[in-house]
């Protein structure tokens, strides 16, 4: 696969390369991933690349991908005004 | 993992990191860092990531002064292969009430003393620095160029790569267990990676200091209290500063990366370890923000998350050795604000537990001050 090509947060254009790096570099955790390089954190939160990093994780520990830790899942799902929040809207 | 070490530092926050790097330096020899999670997994990688020098007390405006010149020359003195994002785009404190103003007034009297460079601003000088601020009610406001912000995630990832050359192990996803003492004095850390025998042990665990210092048989007087925060998603830059208001208890600030990060302390918080994020907090931090930053009410929220202070009775810090187990040293109860001022903190512990001249004195920091009562209470906490 053309690993420095191949996107995987797309709301953060990160690349497969650069999570295999940091994978190589000892980072073993998806939160750790998403705090040095911010996979995840776009406005997506992490729908798409969550999973692919789980798998990338999970074939260098070797154990089952639903062994990879997960971060927490919190609101809001989707993007939410702060006029929303703050009721005027 | 090694079964003797000459420190121990349990904790890989910004405050363990750095008391590594700081003894390292230094010339200290075997050094390994204990920590539960990742590091900057507890309350550094959850902070708010402000850096300003605007304190009420004297301690906290000195440390966070001296602090901000090592932030600035960070990336080279730590030759950091990313970059710490250090802005300095100020602080901005704005003063709704004219009881609020009187202590800015006394809190700026105490920074000039010190040479930090506040200036006290007029609400229209407050809006041509921040033109979306509002000042409707506003008395007036004091701002601090050389404030800003750091990314607390590149900050000890800095530490700990320059700690790391210098031969400091680190041991992450290990817990202790149990401190070991004889004859008054700690000689064992006991962890779930095993045993590691060492005479000096710092405690760097921010919040769980108190449970750390627990298992050597004292009672810590700081207790954890959450705070949440929320990042939007990221727009052209338009607000330089950081903005603090005591009054709505909030302080917004828009990041290198266009996002803003924003939060609100909440006085009904229990003591307690929930880091849980709540939908109450979404509410009241957006009526704060929306309130002091109109123009906010068109951002939209991406995400949401809390970590925990580890509050001392007077929001100052306790840096100290504990009297019934000699060694093991206490680095906690930094308030909320322990990120800012871990560089020069950890330079002040390091140069107290090798018996160099200390650069100010760390006394103040004692847990003596508890019971004499005489408290270093600090005036400027969100």
């Known amino acids: 696969m053309q690993t420095k090509e191949t996107i995987v947060c797309r709301c953060e254009d990160i690349t497969l390369d650069e999570i295999k790096s940091l994978i190589s570099q000892g980072y073993r955790t998806i939160d750790e991933i998403k705090r040095v390089i911010r996979a995840g954190m776009g406005p997506c939160q992490g729908r798409t690349c969550r999973m692919l990093i789980a798998q990338e994780l999970a074939k260098v520990c070797g154990i089952p991908v639903g062994e990879v830790l997960m971060p927490t899942f919190r609101a809001p799902v989707k993007p939410v005004k702060l006029g929303t929040f703050a009721g005027g809207e | ?382």
Request: charged share 20%; net charge negative; hydrophobic share 40%.
């Open chain 2, 1 to 382: 993992m090694q079964k003797q070490a000459n420190v121990v530092i349990i904790g890989g926050g910004i405050i363990g990191c750095a008391v590594a790097y700081e003894l390292a330096i230094r010339g200290v020899k075997d050094i390994v860092v204990i920590e539960k999670q990742y590091l900057s997994s507890g309350a550094t990688g959850r902070c708010g990531a402000g850096v300003r020098q605007q304190w009420g007390t004297e301690t906290n405006a000195i440390l966070a002064r001296d602090s901000v010149r090592r932030f600035e020359g960070m990336n080279e003195e730590l030759e950091y292969d990313r970059d710490i994002e250090f802005k300095q785009g100020g602080y901005l404190m704005v003063s709704y009430t004219q009881n609020e103003w009187n202590q800015y007034k006394k809190n700026v009297a105490v920074q000039h003393s010190l040479g930090i460079p506040t200036k006290m601003l007029t609400p229209q000088e407050a809006m041509e620095i921040v033109p979306h601020l509002n000042i409707n009610g506003l008395v007036g406001a004091t701002f601090c160029q050389t404030d800003g912000h750091a990314n607390p995630f590149h900050v000890v990832d800095a530490y700990f790569k320059a700690a790391s050359r210098l031969g400091v192990k680190f041991e992450t996803y290990t817990s202790v267990t149990g401190i070991k003492r004889e004859k008054g004095k700690v000689t064992s850390v006991q962890t779930t990676k095993g045993d590691i025998d060492t005479p000096l042990v710092i405690n760097a665990c921010g919040y769980a200091a108190g449970t750390i210092c627990e298992m050597a048989g004292f009672e810590l007087p700081l207790y954890p209290q959450r705070h949440q925060a929320l990042v939007t998603e990221p727009v052209e830059p338009c607000q330089g500063p950081m903005v603090i208001s005591l009054h709505y208890r909030l302080y917004c600030q828009q990041t290198p990366h266009g996002s803003f990060i924003m939060g609100v302390g909440d006085p009904h918080e229990p003591k307690d370890f929930n880091i849980n994020s709540s939908w109450e907090f979404l509410e009241d931090v957006a009526r704060q923000a929306t309130t002091v930053l109109p123009l906010l009410k068109n951002l939209r929220v991406v995400r949401q998350w809390s970590g925990l202070y580890d509050m001392s009775p007077d929001a100052n810090p306790i840096l100290d050795e504990i009297p019934e187990a000699k060694g093991m040293w206490v680095a906690a109860g930094f308030s909320g604000h322990g990120f800012m001022v871990a560089p020069q903190t950890a330079v002040l512990l390091a140069q107290k537990i090798l018996g160099q001249e200390c650069f100010m004195p760390i006394e103040r920091f004692g847990l003596d001050r508890f019971r004499r009562g005489e408290l270093l209470l600090e005036p400027a906490v969100v």
